[in-house]
Every structure is written in C-alpha cells, then in structure tokens.
C-alpha cells in the first residue's frame, strides 16, 4: 500500500497561484507514475495532469493546459503542482494519485490509478 501526503493547497484569488506537493510515504517515488486529478462539490472526480516514472511523458486537462505545471523532484521523492492564473472554477479538492510504473493504463479515468491522497482543498474567489 502506497500512502500519499499532500500540502500546498489553501484560498487565493482569481489570478494568483498555489504549488501542490505530494509525496509517498515510505516508498520512492520514482518507482512511480503520478498525477492530479480534482473533485469539485456534486461533480465526478477530473484529471488535471500526470508525470510518467521517468518525468518523460507529461499530461495534462485541456482545462489546465499553459497554466498549471506537473513535476516531480526524485531527489526529493516529491512530485508538485504548479497552479497559475487560477479561475474560480478551479475550486476543488485536490488528490494526488500514483501507480506502478510498469501499469500502462489510461491517465485520464480515476479507476486506473490504485493510491490516493486525502486531498488538499483548494479556493480561488473572484
């Protein structure tokens, strides 16, 4: 079981910025592909971006596309999320998620991804 700690989120307002962290605990994570998927109140669970084991193929929601960046520092087993120009509908929790790096799954739909954060809420007002 892979267990991820998540911090970064908070309340900011339309136009600003937030960075994301999650990291394992315990395990490396370079033995992992990571993402970001969202959840918005009374909405099903979204993509954000992903990172590949390698840091070599990046993804990310069109909705997110030029403002948010995925990274990931495997000297510092952590993986980050760069939150630009952030829109009110951003609102959401926030959830980092990993799998295996040999699981050739889809990025995008949640029920390929086995480990979970909490999450971390994040609030842009207008």
């Known amino acids: 079981q892979v267990q991820l700690v998540e911090s970064g989120g908070g309340s900011v307002q339309a136009g600003g910025s937030l960075r994301l962290s999650c990291a394992p605990s315990g395990r490396t994570v370079s033995s992992y592909n990571m993402g970001w998927f969202r959840q918005a109140p009374g909405k099903e669970r979204e993509f954000v971006a992903a990172?590949?084991?390698?840091?070599?193929?990046?993804y990310y929601a069109d909705s997110v596309k030029g403002r948010f960046t995925i990274s990931r520092d495997n000297a510092k087993n952590t993986i980050y999320l760069q939150m630009n120009s952030l829109k009110p509908e951003d609102t959401a929790s926030y959830y980092c998620?990993?799998?295996?790096?040999?699981?050739?799954?889809?990025?995008?739909?949640?029920?390929?991804?086995?480990?979970w954060g909490q999450g971390t809420q994040v609030t842009v007002s207008s």
């Open positions: 998620t990993a799998r295996d790096y040999s699981y050739s799954g889809n990025y995008y739909s949640p029920e390929e991804w086995p480990y």
């Open positions: 990172v590949s084991w390698t840091g070599g193929r990046i």
